[in-house]
């Protein structure tokens, strides 16, 4: 089972509960870029376009690329209003395009579906010189040890789904793996930062955004069905709402002017 595909099943339970960014990280995006309106760019994997509305009111040409079929149709209606606005149905892998045409490159929590070799490689190939890539992702955490709530969901999940790893929330100290990819494949003037959010949702909504979750989807149904009840129930037990921590990671880069020989 491809797991990307499992984001086509419900885009309207996605974009409803799945959380959008910072607007802090799209102010920094977008003077990091020098995004106006006579530049382009290309979002990788837009789902319900959580990330591409900021964009499209820089007044830049914004082409989309989308495996999931529903989710192209779904932000194709969403933004119909914007005539700067394209999706193309397809994987990144197989999209095709003259290189050196893009002034920014982004993918909000996408890019770690495709090879990093081969995504780093052909968004740079088709950056124009001077062209920026930004990459940023959305760790959610339930599991803070002060959190009595939390650490009763961990219960459920131990007994439906034992983790293969003691889960830990993201943060600084994870950013260098990404910024020496970016180096390597040749990008410049490296950036990292990190923002942070929290939510609170009730027990139904947080069911239904686990539902947003590939490897949620993916697991047998009476395990889904017993870990849900009981994740459920520990909310209800605690009060009725769930805090959800989320840290959002943004990387920045830029393709030479002048590539060096």
């Excluded at 290309?42 to 914004?62: Q, S």
């Excluded at 009730?202 to 009476?222: C, G, M, P, V, W």
Aim: net charge negative.
């Amino acid at each position: 089972m491809d797991l990307r595909l499992t984001f086509n099943e419900d885009p309207q339970n996605y974009d409803q509960l799945r959380p959008s960014y910072v607007t802090e990280l799209f102010d920094d995006i977008i003077h990091y870029s020098e995004l106006t309106n006579s530049k382009s760019a290309l979002e990788i994997g837009i789902g319900t376009g959580k990330a591409t509305l900021p964009f499209l009111k820089t007044g830049c040409k914004v082409t989309a690329v989308e495996l999931g079929k529903d989710l192209a149709e779904y932000v194709k209606q969403k933004f119909s209003e914007f005539r700067n606005f394209e999706v193309i149905n397809l994987d990144f892998e197989q999209y095709t395009a003259e290189g050196n045409q893009y002034d920014l490159i982004y993918s909000a929590t996408a890019f770690h579906w495709i090879p990093q070799e081969l995504g780093l490689t052909k968004a740079y190939s088709l950056l124009t010189p001077g062209g920026t890539i930004a990459l940023f992702w959305n760790h959610p955490f339930v599991g803070r040890g002060d959190d009595a709530l939390h650490q009763e969901i961990r219960k459920a999940y131990a007994k439906y789904r034992p983790p293969e790893k003691t889960l830990t929330e993201f943060d600084e100290s994870s950013l260098k793996p990404y910024t020496d990819a970016l180096s390597t494949y040749g990008f410049k003037d490296v950036r990292a930062k990190i923002y942070r959010q929290t939510r609170q949702l009730n027990a139904q909504e947080y069911i239904s955004l686990l539902n947003t979750y590939s490897d949620h989807r993916a697991l047998e149904e009476k395990v889904k069905a017993g870990l849900e009840y009981e994740i459920a129930q520990s909310i209800d037990k605690f009060g009725g709402l769930i805090t959800i921590y989320d840290t959002i990671d943004l990387y920045l880069a830029k393709k030479p002017l002048t590539i060096m020989r």
